[in-house]
Nanobody, 120 residues
Framework: QVQLVESGGGLVQAGGSLRLSCAAS????????MGWFRQAPGKEREFVAH????????DYGDSVKARFTISRDNAKNTGYLQMNSLKPEDTAVYYC?????????????WGQGTQVTVSS
């Protein structure tokens, strides 16, 4: 089974950048699609971005398109989310997960995530 740990969150001013990491342990990380999701206080968890096993096919939520970039390094068993031009509304706990191939449905239980706070 693939275990995932998110890191890289923090406090940043609006307009700034952060890069989140998703470190995978166990085998077969490179066999799965992966994605990033976020949950702001009082809101439901929402889709941010996903990519296929190689990272060449990507998709993004409307609110982050052209600002965020998902990528992965399968040799390092790590996924990334580069976040640029951050806005206060990007403030949330960010989670990564491995996804089913067909519907990009999250597979694992959610981890602790990493907090991103964007100040105005």
């Amino acid at each position: 089974q693939v275990q995932l740990v998110e890191s890289g969150g923090g406090l940043v001013q609006a307009g700034g950048s952060l890069r989140l990491s998703c470190a995978a342990s166990g085998r077969m990380f490179d066999k799965y699609a992966m994605g990033w999701f976020r949950q702001a206080p009082g809101k439901e968890r929402e889709f941010v971005a996903h990519c296929n096993w190689s990272g060449y096919r990507t998709d993004y939520g409307d609110s982050v398109k052209a600002r965020f970039t998902i990528s992965r390094d399968n040799a390092k068993n790590t996924g990334y989310l580069q976040m640029n031009s951050l806005k206060p509304e990007d403030t949330a706990v960010y989670y990564c997960n491995i996804l089913t191939v067909v519907n990009y449905t999250p597979i694992n239980s959610w981890g602790q995530g990493t907090q991103v706070t964007v100040s105005s």
